[in-house]
């Protein structure tokens, strides 16, 4: 198979942070340096279409901090999709001027064309069959009511308050953090959704990325779970 003939297309980005609405307000730009390879594993399939759903995480540095695959239709499609996020370059978004982190959720589709496929009289039905029916999507990220069983934090660290550190008198805030737990129990993702205080969300996002929390998991199989998560700083006299 000619893998020049195999495209690859964003259906839809969602960003979940900062609106991008003015010219100091950019989108992070992805620059597609590979092509999309059509997967070895598929290669005598009789499919000819994927989609692959995923979230990635790009620094203000423009670094590709994080990727987490939240559902697939194969998974040779989201290994391949990883592997070409992995050799991507980005630039960040920006917001008032200035570089910031972000993180998208990316729904791609892989579509063939031009495919040769060579098949018997008894594939033809099943080949036909396949390729008429609509993609179902595997997911790999849960609600918490879909659990077989809560997650439990068993692995905690609180927040130093930013005052004792600068030996400057901070007021009481929160940070409102949203993020996800992965299949192996490790925080993934972290975003803030809003806090008080800029300096509250560092030390809070900083002790959170310590935590651990028991593997969740949906009908026996491990999964990965979106949580979020208050912190509150008590005013802080010096």
Known sequence: MNPE???????????LSAAITSAKNTPVQIEQTVEAQFPAALAF????????????????????ADLLVTGYTEKAFADEAVNLLRQWRYRPATVNGGPVGI??????????????ISLTALEATAAFAQRSMPLSLLRRVCTAAELDHPIEALQTVSPSHP???ENTPQPSGTTL????????????????????????AQ?????????????PTCRGKPVAVRVQQKFIFAHDPI
């Open 5 to 15: 003939r195999f495209l690859i297309r964003f259906i839809s980005v969602f960003a």
């Open 45 to 64: 399939s009789t499919l000819t279409s994927g989609e692959v759903q995923v979230l990635i995480n790009v620094d203000a540095d423009g670094r590709l």
């Open 103 to 116: 993180r998208l959720e990316l729904q791609i589709k892989f579509v063939a064309t031009g495919r040769v």
């Open 163 to 165: 005052g004792k550190a």
């Open 177 to 200: 953090i949203d993020f996800y737990v992965d299949e192996e129990g490790r925080i993934r993702m972290p975003v803030v959704m809003e806090s008080t205080n800029p300096i509250y």
């Open 203 to 215: 030390a809070a996002v900083g002790a959170l990325s310590q935590w651990r929390f028991s593997l």
